[in-house]
């Protein structure tokens, strides 16, 4: 007699895109997560295997759909650039997040940061900065351990992995490249792609100019020479 066995099937698991939370409250926090986002960007913009993301949810734990964080910035090392609908860990080989930044807003409490930062030394995170837009202040903690530990002094701070300085004004938060490269906004970085095209074009003016004048010289001497000969002199 033949006996069918009956395997129950568990429901597939879903990972969300979305926890439907806005991804900034002010435009103060957007602008700031969109500087470090794009910027860091360009940084490494030659590295095809730094995937950087902006309020992507991340997924560390498989079969757990509810263990996730969605930093306003982070910096996956070793992962291959490319579109994305969430950060699942485990179809990444396993490669944790080792850079979140976390831009606040007044909606932010304490309890919420309290839990972000341990979530983020659970899961790994080697390096997490935090800045506050409306009080110009910035924290940072850096893996040691296995514990996130604070940043005693960030002004002027190096980031190990990200080779950026880190520093405040009263502008505030300025982050610059270990070329002394302030990072811009969209609107300074294309004011700064047209001086530079600017200045290329008076560059190539002047040699134009110069080609001109070396051309006209050329021109007399030639006149000169030819002159000379009509009188029956030689050169």
Known sequence: ??????????PEIIYPDSDGKPMSDNTKQ???IVIIKENLEL???????????GD???????GDNTIRQAPDVMVVFDRPKGDRGSYQQWKENNVTPSVAFEILSPGNTLKEMA?????????????????DPDKNDLN????????LVIIEEMLGFISPLLKIKFELDIEGLQIYDLQGNRFLTYVELSEKIK????QLERENQR????????????????????????LGIEL
């Open 1 to 10: 007699m033949n006996q069918s066995i009956l395997v129950e099937k568990k």
């Open 56 to 62: 992507l949810l991340w997924y560390p734990v498989e």
């Open 30 to 32: 957007f602008r700031y």
């Open 195 to 198: 001086d530079t095209e600017r």
């Open 140 to 147: 940072g903690y850096l893996r040691q351990d296995n514990r």
């Open 207 to 230: 040699a134009e100019q110069e080609k001109q004048r070396a051309d006209e010289a050329q021109n007399r001497v030639k006149l000169l020479e030819e002159k000379l000969k009509e």
């Open 115 to 131: 839990k972000k930062l341990a979530f983020y030394e659970k899961y790994g995170i080697e390096e997490y900065y935090i800045y």
């Open 43 to 53: 940084l490494f913009a030659d590295n095809p295997n730094v995937f950087i993301a």
